[in-house]
């Protein structure tokens, strides 16, 4: 319902079944913007629709307009799948998850998880992971997930604190929604902006309960989240409005909420803008209880698009009701409802489950079977008992006992398998029979019409011609034999055109050519038996077989040439066939070479790196030198343990004349200054070198400071 499960390019207001190649058990179905996907119940994934971002998993980017197999994941069963914007989510039947397409890997981290091709399938959720993955839903651009033991994922991007972690920070890897840990999550569904999840919250978790209670976070625009102050909330928050009620699923849209109880009873909330919330009464945004024609009936299944709702009740019905305007209500027109209206397309469908896109939804059916109850044959209307068995005929789907249902076709309508042979009953083996030689009769007066191009179109006509110089032949041989002659070769031809192949008919080429002959014969009235005629000794049938026998050595040349020509075109081949396998051999050594550069390279890299933190650590320790140098420098300078000092008193001064040369100076009562004591560096004088310094500069210490008495010059 819609154009985008089907790629159509229009609009479609009425259920239309799914074109597809070969026949689909499906099991599950889930639908994006513009494309959907199903896992059918041998645990294929197939999907179809506009690609975008590689989120259709064919490694092309080609849109695809019926189901595909996807290949990648052939050899793994799968058991549900979630769509997203760009991406699509897989969870196996081990409980493994897979994405592929552009999710976590287009919102622009830098990390070794996210460097990865959209193209591929990725494995995020691995069994050794302590994870077993039970349900799975997928907004715009995040996703959720719930283990088997109750406990709620979420990853992707947080705007608007969709994850419910707390913030709006984006996640790339699951983690855990820690203000649920303890309680069991039943079941979660994700809107474009917020998530709604049904939550076990009574006492211990346990497994068996019916229902939980409802909790929704993230963006709040139009009411979706039901709280009461109608702000959005970060993490999960219980509606406390409906308290009162437990609830076993959920499904979210883009401006609405919608919810299922225990009972059968379905709630909306959010924005009434196309009648989505199922009640004409409501008001502008709030909640509301769906009743109309669900008011006597039990639902059991819900599911939601961007404004519009779809739901099953446990007597197979479907109601639909919201925004219509693409023909998603699948009501036949393209208005919108603001009650729940019937799907009267469905009435004669056995449907299992529904579920809604944006903008278009689909259903999936069961094959209507035949009832246990039916005991006689429907073609002999004979009881079945212990020797005459019952089966049910692939084609029509009725049940027939083993003598009306003995014969087996290929390409029978129900058929798993179209390449191999099912049972069928005895009317529509006749009917498949008749289909199948109108389509060769037609098949081959195309061929006869058509140039001759292949083998076989080229030696029809030759074939005629042999024929026509046969019936020559004959003709010149009948008016030379006698009327017991001509007897018994009529009866010889009769008997030829009755002829079998062993347990098979006549092929129908050579039908073709006894029926020209024949043919021939009847209409001249003189029967002569083919057979006869390379037997035939005397010169008249001789001479008469020649013709035939230059038509055969032309054939013969003609076959040996085409022979020839097709050694050469098998030589051509090989050539091609070696000259690849050599450029392939060469192209491998480029690969090998590039790699060994390459592995030299990343060792020089490593090199280069190991000599950089090793320059690194030297410069570091050099720095720490030079600066515990400068800090001793400044304590030797002001009396540390590096130089000789006199005691002074509180008068006195002490002045550096030179490097190393430290002079206490007192101060006289009359102004005049005094050498109290003298002091030479360890660094920078020993013993000898400080008393021959004394010896020769102590007169210039003397007249430069006037001193009245010389004390002691103390070097320590």
Same mark, same amino acid.
């Given at each position: 319902?819609?154009?985008?499960?089907?790629?159509?390019?229009?609009?479609?207001?009425?259920?239309?079944?799914?074109?597809?190649?070969?026949?689909?058990? +499906?099991?599950? %179905? #889930?639908? =994006?913007?513009? /494309?959907? !996907? $199903?896992?059918?119940?041998? &645990?294929?994934? @197939?999907?179809? *629709?506009?690609?975008?971002?590689?989120?259709?998993?064919?490694?092309?980017?080609?849109?695809?307009?019926?189901?595909?197999?996807?290949?990648?994941?052939?050899?793994?069963?799968?058991?549900?799948?979630?769509?997203?914007?760009?991406?699509?989510?897989?969870?196996?039947?081990?409980?493994?998850?897979?994405?592929?397409?552009?999710?976590?890997?287009?919102?622009?981290?830098?990390?070794?998880?996210?460097?990865?091709?959209?193209?591929?399938?990725?494995?995020?959720?691995?069994?050794?992971?302590?994870?077993? +993955?039970?349900? %799975? #839903?997928? =907004?715009?651009? /995040?996703? !959720? $997930?719930?283990?088997?033991? &109750?406990?709620? @994922?979420?990853? *992707?991007?947080?705007?608007?604190?969709?994850?419910?972690?707390?913030?709006?920070?984006?996640?790339?890897?699951?983690?855990?929604?820690?203000?649920?840990?303890?309680?069991?999550?039943?079941?979660?569904?994700?809107?474009?902006?917020?998530?709604?999840?049904?939550?076990?919250?009574?006492?211990?978790?346990?497994?068996?309960?019916?229902?939980?209670?409802?909790?929704?976070?993230?963006?709040?625009?139009?009411?979706?989240?039901?709280?009461?102050?109608?702000?959005?909330?970060?993490?999960?928050?219980?509606?406390?409005?409906? %308290?009162?009620?437990?609830?076993?699923?959920?499904?979210?849209?883009?401006?609405?909420?919608?919810?299922?109880?225990?009972?059968?009873?379905?709630?909306?909330?959010?924005?009434?803008?196309?009648?989505?919330?199922?009640?004409?009464?409501?008001?502008?945004?709030?909640?509301?209880?769906?009743?109309?024609?669900?008011?006597?009936?039990?639902?059991?299944?819900?599911?939601?698009?961007?404004?519009?709702?779809?739901?099953?009740?446990?007597?197979?019905?479907?109601?639909?009701?919201?925004?219509?305007?693409?023909?998603?209500?699948?009501?036949?027109?393209?208005?919108?409802?603001?009650?729940?209206?019937?799907?009267?397309?469905?009435?004669?469908?056995?449907?299992?489950?529904?579920?809604?896109?944006?903008?278009?939804?689909?259903?999936?059916?069961?094959?209507?079977?035949?009832?246990?109850?039916?005991?006689?044959?429907?073609?002999?209307?004979?009881?079945?008992?212990?020797?005459?068995?019952?089966?049910?005929?692939?084609?029509?789907?009725?049940?027939?006992?083993?003598?009306?249902?003995?014969?087996?076709?290929?390409?029978?309508?129900?058929?798993?398998?179209?390449?191999?042979?099912?049972?069928?009953?005895?009317?529509?083996?006749?009917?498949?029979?008749?289909?199948?030689?109108?389509?060769?009769?037609?098949?081959?007066?195309?061929?006869?019409?058509?140039?001759?191009?292949?083998?076989?179109?080229?030696?029809?006509?030759?074939?005629?011609?042999?024929?026509?110089?046969?019936?020559?032949?004959?003709?010149?041989?009948?008016?030379?034999?006698?009327?017991?002659?001509?007897?018994?070769?009529?009866?010889?031809?009769?008997?030829?055109?009755?002829?079998?192949?062993?347990?098979?008919?006549?092929?129908?080429?050579?039908?073709?050519?006894?029926?020209?002959?024949?043919?021939?014969?009847?209409?001249?009235?003189?029967?002569?038996?083919?057979?006869?005629?390379?037997?035939?000794?005397?010169?008249?049938?001789?001479?008469?077989?020649?013709?035939?026998?230059?038509?055969?050595?032309?054939?013969?040349?003609?076959?040996?040439?085409?022979?020839?020509?097709?050694?050469?075109?098998?030589?051509?081949?090989?050539?091609?066939?070696?000259?690849?396998?050599?450029?392939?051999?060469?192209?491998?050594?480029?690969?090998?070479?590039?790699?060994?550069?390459?592995?030299?390279?990343?060792?020089?890299?490593?090199?280069?790196?190991?000599?950089?933190?090793?320059?690194?650590?030297?410069?570091?320790?050099?720095?720490?030198?030079?600066?515990?140098?400068?800090?001793?420098?400044?304590?030797?300078?002001?009396?540390?343990?590096?130089?000789?000092?006199?005691?002074?008193?509180?008068?006195?001064?002490?002045?550096?004349?030179?490097?190393?040369?430290?002079?206490?100076?007192?101060?006289?009562?009359?102004?005049?200054?005094?050498?109290?004591?003298?002091?030479?560096?360890?660094?920078?004088?020993?013993?000898?070198?400080?008393?021959?310094?004394?010896?020769?500069?102590?007169?210039?210490?003397?007249?430069?400071?006037?001193?009245?008495?010389?004390?002691?010059?103390?070097?320590?």
């Amino acid at each position: 319902m819609s154009d985008n499960g089907h790629v159509s390019g229009t609009n479609i207001s009425l259920p239309r079944l799914l074109k597809s190649s070969q026949i689909l058990d +499906v099991q599950s %179905i #889930a639908c =994006g913007e513009k /494309h959907a !996907a $199903i896992v059918t119940k041998q &645990g294929k994934v @197939f999907s179809w *629709g506009e690609e975008n971002g590689g989120r259709l998993g064919h490694k092309t980017s080609d849109s695809v307009s019926d189901p595909k197999i996807i290949d990648s994941l052939a050899s793994t069963p799968m058991k549900t799948i979630a769509l997203g914007a760009k991406y699509t989510c897989a969870v196996s039947v081990s409980g493994e998850l897979y994405e592929w397409g552009e999710g976590i890997h287009s919102l622009g981290f830098k990390n070794n998880q996210c460097q990865r091709s959209p193209w591929f399938p990725h494995k995020l959720i691995r069994t050794s992971d302590g994870i077993s +993955v039970a349900k %799975i #839903a997928c =907004g715009q651009w /995040h996703t !959720a $997930i719930v283990s088997s033991t &109750g406990k709620l @994922f979420t990853y *992707g991007h947080g705007t608007f604190g969709v994850l419910g972690h707390g913030d709006t920070r984006s996640v790339v890897q699951p983690k855990e929604v820690e203000s649920l840990r303890g309680l069991r999550v039943k079941s979660v569904a994700c809107g474009p902006w917020h998530t709604a999840a049904i939550v076990e919250t009574s006492g211990t978790p346990k497994s068996n309960a019916p229902g939980g209670k409802l909790f929704t976070w993230g963006n709040a625009s139009g009411e979706k989240l039901g709280h009461t102050d109608k702000k959005s909330k970060l993490v999960p928050t219980r509606v406390e409005s409906l %308290i009162d009620c437990d609830f076993t699923q959920v499904s979210c849209g883009m401006s609405l909420t919608a919810v299922l109880t225990i009972t059968g009873v379905v709630f909306t909330i959010g924005s009434k803008d196309h009648g989505q919330l199922g009640n004409p009464r409501s008001d502008s945004a709030c909640i509301c209880m769906v009743e109309g024609p669900l008011k006597t009936e039990f639902v059991k299944d819900i599911s939601s698009g961007n404004s519009h709702v779809a739901v099953l009740t446990m007597n197979g019905k479907v109601f639909t009701w919201g925004k219509g305007t693409e023909g998603q209500l699948g009501l036949g027109d393209y208005l919108d409802r603001t009650f729940p209206t019937l799907v009267e397309a469905l009435e004669d469908k056995q449907v299992d489950s529904i579920v809604c896109s944006s903008n278009f939804t689909a259903v999936i059916c069961v094959h209507g079977e035949i009832s246990s109850k039916d005991t006689v044959c429907s073609s002999c209307r004979l009881a079945f008992r212990f020797t005459r068995k019952k089966h049910n005929c692939y084609n029509c789907g009725s049940m027939f006992c083993n003598s009306c249902s003995s014969n087996k076709v290929q390409r029978a309508t129900l058929a798993p398998d179209k390449s191999k042979r099912c049972r069928v009953c005895d009317a529509c083996f006749n009917e498949l029979n008749k289909t199948a030689e109108h389509g060769k009769m037609s098949c081959e007066s195309k061929i006869q019409k058509e140039p001759p191009l292949t083998e076989t179109r080229t030696y029809t006509p030759k074939l005629s011609r042999m024929l026509k110089e046969a019936n020559f032949i004959m003709e010149k041989m009948g008016s030379i034999r006698s009327p017991n002659q001509r007897n018994q070769e009529s009866a010889t031809l009769n008997q030829m055109q009755k002829q079998r192949w062993g347990q098979v008919e006549c092929p129908d080429q050579f039908k073709c050519a006894r029926d020209n002959i024949s043919h021939c014969l009847t209409s001249k009235k003189q029967p002569v038996d083919i057979g006869r005629i390379g037997r035939m000794n005397d010169p008249v049938s001789q001479k008469t077989a020649a013709p035939l026998t230059r038509t055969t050595d032309k054939r013969r040349k003609e076959q040996d040439l085409i022979e020839k020509i097709m050694l050469e075109e098998v030589k051509q081949l090989q050539a091609q066939v070696t000259t690849l396998a050599e450029e392939c051999r060469h192209r491998s050594l480029k690969v090998q070479l590039y790699k060994r550069k390459l592995e030299e390279t990343w060792l020089i890299a490593r090199d280069e790196a190991t000599k950089c933190n090793a320059a690194k650590e030297i410069i570091k320790i050099l720095t720490n030198q030079n600066g515990r140098r400068a800090s001793n420098s400044s304590r030797g300078y002001d009396g540390g343990t590096d130089s000789t000092v006199a005691p002074t008193d509180s008068s006195g001064m002490i002045e550096q004349i030179e490097r190393g040369v430290y002079i206490s100076v007192v101060t006289s009562p009359d102004g005049k200054k005094g050498i109290k004591s003298i002091r030479f560096s360890r660094k920078h004088f020993g013993e000898t070198e400080a008393q021959k310094w004394w010896e020769e500069n102590e007169s210039r210490v003397f007249a430069k400071y006037n001193s009245m008495e010389y004390l002691a010059a103390q070097c320590r």
